[in-house]
C-alpha cells in the first residue's frame, strides 16, 4: 500500500500535507500530537476520506476501528457478534476464539449499551476482526483503557499481526507497543517528520520524543 504526494485540506486547515509513504505488512504505528493528521492519514488510506490532491494505493479488504466504538448498542454481547459474522464468511471456530482473546464470555448476555468503556472497545475490535481483513486500521485503540483492556488488545493484535497483514495504529500510548511494532511513523502539523524501523529504535516512545525534539516540540 501506498500514499504518494498525499494532502487534506479542511477549508484552511492543512490536516496531511504532501505526505507520501510505503506501507509493509506488521504492526505499523502513527504517533503525533493532537491534531497532527494521523487521523485523517489512515482514513484517506482506507477509503473513508477523500484526499484534496495525490493517490492512494490499497490493498485487500480494509477494516476500520473507530476511536470510539461502532456496535449495535441495543444488541447483547453475543447478538452483535453473530449480526456481523453474519456478514463474514468465516467460520464459528474464529469468533469463539476472540471472544476467548479479548475476555468477551462473561458479557456474552449484556447489552452493549451496558458494557463498560473497555468492554465496548474489545467487542469493537473483535467485530473489526471477524472477517479476518487484510488491513486492520485501528484509530487510537488503547486510549483510556485500563491496563487489563489494554493487555487484551495489545494480546490480540500481536496474535493477529501474521500472514501478511497490515495492522495500522494511530496512538498516544507506544510503550504498549514496544515489542510489537514493526514501524513507527511520527506526524507533526500534517507532516511525516520521521519514519523509522524496529531497528531504528531501542524504544519507540524514546525515539518519537526525539523525533518531536528535533522538529522543536518540547
Ligand atoms: N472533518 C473535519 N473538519 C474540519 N477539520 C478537521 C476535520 N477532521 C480533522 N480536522 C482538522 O485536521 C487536523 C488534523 O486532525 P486529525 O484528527 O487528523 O489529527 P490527529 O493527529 O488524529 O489528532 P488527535 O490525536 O487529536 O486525534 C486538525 O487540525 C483537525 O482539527
Known amino acids: 500500500m501506498r500514499v504518494e504526494t498525499l494532502t487534506k485540506r479542511y477549508g484552511d486547515v492543512v490536516a496531511v500535507d504532501d505526505v507520501t509513504l510505503d506501507f509493509a505488512p506488521g504492526v505499523h504505528c502513527v504517533a503525533g500530537p493532537n491534531g497532527s493528521g494521523k487521523t485523517t492519514l489512515l482514513r484517506c488510506l482506507a477509503g473513508l476520506t477523500r484526499p ?5 494505493e490499497r490493498t485487500g479488504r480494509v477494516n476500520y476501528a473507530f476511536q470510539t466504538p461502532s456496535v449495535y448498542h441495543d444488541l447483547t454481547v453475543a447478538d452483535n457478534l453473530a449480526v456481523f459474522a453474519g456478514f463474514a464468511d468465516e467460520p464459528r471456530e474464529w469468533r469463539a476464539t476472540l471472544e476467548d482473546r479479548l475476555g468477551l464470555a462473561p458479557m456474552r448476555d449484556r447489552p452493549a449499551s451496558a458494557l463498560s468503556d473497555g468492554y465496548r472497545k474489545r467487542l469493537d475490535l473483535a467485530l473489526a476482526l471477524l472477517d479476518r481483513p487484510d488491513v486492520l ?7 483510556d483503557l485500563d491496563p487489563a483492556t489494554r493487555d487484551a488488545i495489545v494480546d490480540t493484535i500481536e496474535a493477529y499481526a501474521t500472514d501478511d497483514r497490515y495492522v495500522l495504529a494511530s496512538t498516544h500510548n507506544l510503550d504498549r507497543f ?3 511494532a514493526d514501524r513507527l511513523t511520527v506526524m507533526s502539523l500534517g507532516r511525516v517528520v520521521a519514519d523509522l524501523e524496529r531497528d531504528d529504535w531501542s ?3 524514546t525515539a518519537y520524543e526525539r523525533a518531536l525534539r528535533e522538529h522543536g516540540w518540547g
Open 52 to 56: 484534496t490532491s495525490g493517490a492512494v
Open 137 to 143: 486500521v485501528l484509530d487510537e485503540p488503547l486510549a
Open 178 to 180: 514496544d515489542g510489537l
Open 203 to 205: 524504544d519507540p516512545e
